[in-house]
């Protein structure tokens, strides 16, 4: 039987400059992106820099950009992707690349945290554990954006983000809206605040990418048009 291969086109280089290097990789059955990617650093190029870990679609650290789309590497098999036996592969956009596929995430998670995307407890650890009716309606809908995984694959998809460097993003955004609805969070208040300011969740456009991209199936675009909603009705009990 001949053997067939792929023809994969990589980015290499860092924040001042890089260019692309193709490489021809032997082709398989249930091969992913990823599998692709490590065959190049273990038999054609060592120097060839990319992150991973999990490899099972749990930690999301093998995110990157599979002809011009956000994807997990991990969960992308090739055959649902390539082009005429050929793939392009780079790093998230919308980030600060390191080197070759390794994104920058410290702006997204900079992001993450304006957005006060950090639990503001509502008792200390020498209370009794507060019990939450998990059927209770802002239950559910926190509930709807905690297997949020920071993958920062809405991120890369937003064309918001690439149009607006101020603009939090989709996912610190879902993260506010999931806190806001948290019987357990006791700052709501400054959640709102957080997030109607400049780059705030007023400049998205509601085009819907990040719901689209997300490898979980989360919805951030909702998540974004709540708060859209209570920050305006914030905003109107402030004036009156």
């Known amino acids: 039987m001949q053997k067939t291969y792929l023809h994969v086109t990589v980015s290499r280089g860092d924040a001042k400059g890089g260019h692309k290097d193709t490489f021809k990789v032997p082709a398989h059955d249930n091969q992913t992106v990823l599998d ?15 992150r991973f870990a999990c490899r099972v679609g749990m930690c999301g650290s093998c995110a990157m ?4 789309q ?3 590497t991990c969960r992308t098999h090739v055959k649902k992707v390539t082009e ?6 780079a790093p998230l ?8 596929l390794v994104a920058d995430m410290d702006p997204f998670f900079d992001k993450w945290i304006a957005a006060e995307g950090l639990h503001h407890p509502t008792r200390d650890r020498s209370d009794p554990i507060e019990q939450i009716d998990p059927l209770t309606p802002d239950r559910v809908t926190a509930n709807a954006g905690i297997e949020c995984i920071n993958c920062s694959v809405c991120y890369a998809a937003c064309d918001t983000v690439a149009g607006n460097a101020d ?3 989709p996912a610190a955004l879902q993260r506010a809206w999931t806190l806001y609805n948290d ?4 700052q709501k208040q400054v959640i709102l605040d957080a997030v109607s300011g400049n780059g705030g969740c007023h400049n998205c456009h509601s085009m819907g990418s990040c ?6 199936d989360l919805d951030p675009m909702s998540a974004i048009a709540g708060l859209k909603r209570e920050t305006a009705r914030s905003f109107f009990k402030r004036r009156t």
């Open 183 to 186: 019987a357990k969070d006791a």
């Open 84 to 89: 005429n036996d050929r793939v392009d592969i």
């Open 70 to 72: 956000p994807r997990w």
């Open 93 to 100: 956009r919308n980030l600060p690349v390191i080197k070759d």
């Open 65 to 68: 950009m599979v002809n011009g």
């Open 211 to 216: 719901t689209h991209y997300c490898p979980n």
């Open 167 to 169: 603009y939090l993003g």
């Open 36 to 50: 692709v990617v490590s065959w190049i650093q273990q038999n054609a190029d060592p120097t060839l820099s990319y």
